[in-house]
């Protein structure tokens, strides 16, 4: 069974820092990995998805990189912002039904 | 990518009643997907909404307490049934419009939520 687990839980930054964020899973055998952002109370928004054979995907601000032999995906945030305050979910999809796999989530505060 | 809308965005209901919840896509999927995610935690799979079919429930979900619909390809009702407060929730739609649209990855695409509250 896939798990998948996100570190750390939660993080507080100042504005401006450079920050990452971590997500692993258990199961190696995947199709793609993809982060979204959720705010409080509301629904998800999809940020970056990686394919199996893809080492990264860059949008603006945000670099993920995954490394599928060692069930790793790292989210890099460059020059963070107060409007970055959010919480960060990653999930893998490995096929059967596109069922994705969620994480524990990393709730991010940035701070002015 | 989809945009997609759901009906309600909250509400606050009694013990033992039902809610259907709807969820509306711009453009035609083929797989509809239903999420909850219970407060704290992350989002777990309720079911797959096939059109055409019965939809696939996850372990642990039963169709007579999460009743789908699926009556054509932009649109799926999730009914919330004998609700108790353990059901309080955000409920998801989500779809991968990768099957109509011809692309070539599966990128799943979510609705804002519907919060659920039991009293």
């Known amino acids: 069974k896939q798990e998948v687990t996100q570190i750390p839980a939660a993080l507080s930054v100042p504005e401006g820092e450079n920050l990452v964020l971590n997500c692993s899973f258990t199961d190696s055998a995947i199709y793609n990995l993809q982060w979204f952002r959720q705010d409080p109370g509301k629904g998800l928004t999809s940020l970056l998805l990686?394919?199996?054979?893809?080492r990264e995907q860059t949008s603006g601000r945000l670099n993920a990189s995954l490394d599928k032999s060692s069930g790793r995906s790292t989210l890099y945030i460059a020059a963070s912002q107060p409007g970055d305050s959010a919480t960060y979910l990653c999930a893998v999809y490995a096929g059967g039904g596109n069922k994705l796999t969620f994480g524990t989530g990393t709730q991010l505060k940035v701070e002015l | 990518s989809a945009v997609i809308s759901q009906k309600p965005s909250r509400d606050i209901c009694q013990r033992g009643t039902s809610l259907t919840i709807q969820c509306q896509v711009d453009s035609q999927v083929t797989m509809m997907f239903w999420y909850r995610q219970q407060p704290g935690q992350s989002l777990t799979l309720i079911a797959t909404a096939n059109q055409g079919s019965e939809a696939t429930y996850e372990s642990g979900f039963v169709i007579d307490k999460f009743p789908i619909s699926r009556p054509n390809l932009t649109f799926s009702t999730l009914t919330v049934s004998n609700m108790s407060p353990e059901d309080s929730s955000i409920y998801l739609c989500?779809?991968?419009?990768?099957?109509?649209?011809?692309?070539?990855?599966?990128?799943?695409?979510f609705g804002p939520g519907t919060r659920l509250t039991v009293l």
């Open positions: 990686i394919q199996s054979s893809q």
């Open positions: 989500s779809v991968d419009p990768r099957i109509v649209t011809g692309g070539s990855y599966n990128e799943q695409f």
